[in-house]
């Protein structure tokens, strides 16, 4: 607009129009309005605490949010468990190993204590039943000796599936050693019909030794 223009408007009693004023940034925030970069970071570790106090444990493998405190004591309950009976597993197969130890050394003793004592007769033509292990046995013996066991004065000790007749004082022995070879051991104080396998005319049938 040129200056005559501009001097009979105004005359005219119009105005001129105003300036736009220039936008001034917040006082104290020199760059526009922005927090300054130690207060965003004070702000982003106040949220991350704050997120890390209100989650109660871990999340869940499933993906469906933080565990809650009594899900964490149950997983723990079931680990300690889980610990506990696969120790005894391992404590029984410790007893178990030991006790097969023992009892291998226990027939090594045995075995070299019978050397050249048992009483076996090759000749001999009685058989002598007894139980032993479930079933029924059977060791064979002379006349004198099928009188002496009966009497008490011999005994059976059972040694790798062989019978051996033996003195009652080796039989004894051997029961110190390892008590369950022995397989016949007479009472010679106990009435005849507690054992009616003394009898040399009572005869079991083949099919029921073993």
Not at 33 to 39: F, M, T, V
Not at 151 to 177: F, I, K, N, P
């Amino acid at each position: 607009m040129s200056d005559s223009l501009r001097d009979q408007l105004l005359g005219l009693g119009f105005k001129p129009a105003p300036k736009p004023a220039r936008s001034q940034p917040p006082q104290g925030r020199p760059d526009g309005g922005r927090p300054p970069r130690d207060a965003r970071d004070g702000q982003q570790a106040g949220k991350s605490r704050a997120g890390a106090q209100a989650k109660p444990g871990t999340r869940r493998k499933d993906g469906r949010g933080p565990r809650s405190r009594e899900d964490i004591d149950l997983a723990k309950a079931y680990a300690i468990r889980a610990q506990r009976e696969k120790d005894e597993r391992v404590q029984a197969e410790r007893e178990r190993q030991e006790q097969a130890r023992l009892r291998r050394e226990a027939r090594a003793k045995l075995e070299a204590f019978l050397q050249g004592r048992a009483l076996n007769d090759p000749a001999a033509d009685i058989a002598r039943h007894f139980p032993y292990g479930g079933k029924i046995k059977r060791i064979y013996v002379n006349a004198e000796q099928l009188r002496a066991l009966n009497a008490g004065e011999l005994g059976v000790v059972q040694l790798s599936g062989r019978y051996c007749l033996v003195t009652v004082a080796d039989l004894a022995q051997a029961e110190a050693l390892f008590a369950p070879s022995v397989a016949l051991k007479i009472d010679p104080d106990a009435p005849a019909e507690d054992d009616p396998y003394a009898d040399p005319k009572y005869q079991v049938p083949d099919d029921l030794v073993w």
